[in-house]
């Protein structure tokens, strides 16, 4: 359904090219599209989508997300990520989502300090969710404060618990945390 509206909107942008309109509405179902792939397809869908509208917040995020995270170690790019999780903070500024991609590529590009900066601005926008737990229990811990890795990695599984949310990223950004912290045992048990 998605593959089919790409293809009537990319027909309209050819017969009117200068029609921002058509160009920012094939730009969000390029984004929807994206987020059905897998992550090398993902990253040209939401490139594509930036040519068409470089000012949507959503596709840097996405893109951001994606170089950052990916399972696919052949599509992470650290500094990539950063540059358009950037790029999405001046499109979405109060979106605590786009500050949470943020410390997450912060943090996979080695810049701890610029992390927790862009993860506790997440918490302060209404996140606070598992992600921004487990990466501030990260950067803490490689800062070499321990007492406030273990508090996150805690409020991480405190907000599993509760919210009864833990899907494939939490799951393996769980594990990878336990690591980082030098915590033995599976990701279902939490350190408390």
């Known amino acids: 359904m998605l593959e089919e509206a790409v293809a009537l909107l990319e027909g309209l942008e050819r017969t009117t090219p200068s029609d921002r309109a058509a160009r920012v509405e094939l ?14 397809a993902a990253v040209g869908l939401y490139r594509r989508c930036l040519e068409l509208d470089p000012k949507c917040g959503l596709a840097w995020n996405a893109l951001a997300w994606t170089l950052a995270t990916s399972a696919d170690t052949a599509v992470l790019d650290a500094a990539g990520a950063v540059r358009s999780a950037e790029e999405a903070i001046v499109h979405l500024p109060l979106e605590a989502g786009v500050w949470n991609t943020l410390g997450v590529a912060r943090y996979r590009a080695a810049n701890l300090e610029g992390a927790l900066l862009a993860l506790r601005k997440s ?39 509760r919210s009864g949310k833990e899907d494939a990223n939490v799951i393996r950004f769980r594990e990878e945390a336990m690591q980082v912290l030098g915590l033995s045992g599976s990701s279902s048990s939490t350190a408390r």
């Open 27 to 40: 730009a969000a179902v390029l984004v929807s599209l994206a987020g059905l792939r897998e992550n090398s």
């Open 123 to 161: 918490v302060d926008l209404g996140g606070a969710h598992a992600v921004d737990s487990l990466f501030l229990a990260m950067a803490y811990e490689k800062l070499g404060r321990p007492e406030e890795a273990r508090a996150w990695f805690a409020r991480a599984g405190a907000w599993i618990d």
